[in-house]
Every structure is written in structure tokens, then in C-alpha cells.
């Protein structure tokens, strides 16, 4: 059983940094989708950033490029989400998602990028992140 565990949410100012990490385990694939995705009150989840884990392409929301970036530690297991230049409207609960059929992911990241939220089989329990004006 896959297992998703978030840290490094918080409450920063406009303008701030955070780095959120998703430590994995129990994944028994070589390679598999891995990605962020957040949701706010009343709102709809929203992809944030995704990765296929045997590959160096990396998806965003276009509300967050150039902004945010997604990396993973092979070594650790471990997904980062690094978050530059904070914004209100970033504030939401954040989840580390996962999913572990390597080559239907893949084609799922291929063709809606980080709008496939649904493909995700697994999810952690989510890090509030609040940014201030």
C-alpha cells in the first residue's frame, strides 16, 4: 500500500518561499506519476505540478510557472514542491498524489498535463500553506 506524507506547509507573507516534501513508500514500481495538486474553500481541485518519475518532464499550472518547481530525491523517495514568490490566491491545502500504473499515467500526464487530477490513486493527507497580503 502506497503511503503519502506532506510537510512543510505554513503561513508566510506575499511574496515568500515554502518547500513542500511528499515522503513516499510502499511504491513497488520502477516508475510512476507523482504530482501536487490543491484545493481551496468552495473551489474545485486544481493541479499544481506533476512529474512521470522515469522521465525529466515536468508539468505546471500555468498559474504557477515560473514560480513553483517540482523535484523528486530518488534516494529518499521523496517529491518537493518549492514554492517562490507566494501569492494570496496560492492558499489552499496542498496534496501529494500518486500514481502507480507507470504507462497509463504517463499518457494521461501527456494529454491534460496537471488537469488529470482524477488519475491519481493515492494522496496524502494535505499541508495547509496561507500566504497574507
Known amino acids: 500500500q502506497v503511503q503519502l506524507v506532506e510537510s512543510g506547509g505554513g503561513s508566510v507573507q506575499a511574496g515568500g518561499s515554502l518547500r513542500l516534501s511528499c515522503a513516499a513508500s510502499?511504491?513497488?514500481?520502477?516508475?510512476?506519476?507523482m504530482g501536487w495538486f490543491r484545493q481551496a474553500p468552495g473551489k474545485e481541485r486544481e493541479g499544481v505540478a506533476a512529474?512521470?518519475?522515469?522521465?525529466?518532464?515536468?508539468y505546471y499550472a500555468d498559474s504557477v510557472k515560473g514560480r513553483f518547481t517540482i523535484s523528486q530525491d530518488n534516494a529518499k523517495n521523496t517529491l518537493y514542491l518549492q514554492m517562490n514568490g507566494l501569492k494570496p490566491e496560492d492558499t489552499a491545502v496542498y496534496y501529494c498524489?500518486?500514481?502507480?500504473?507507470?504507462?497509463?499515467?504517463?499518457?494521461?500526464?501527456?494529454?491534460?498535463?496537471?488537469?488529470?487530477?482524477?488519475?491519481?490513486?493515492?494522496r496524502g493527507q494535505g499541508t495547509q500553506v496561507t500566504v497574507s497580503s
Open positions: 498524489a500518486a500514481n502507480d500504473e507507470a504507462m497509463k499515467c504517463l499518457t494521461v500526464l501527456q494529454a491534460l498535463g496537471v488537469a488529470g487530477v482524477s488519475m491519481y490513486n493515492y
Open positions: 512529474i512521470h518519475t522515469g522521465g525529466n518532464m515536468a
Open positions: 510502499g511504491v513497488t514500481g520502477s516508475s510512476y506519476c
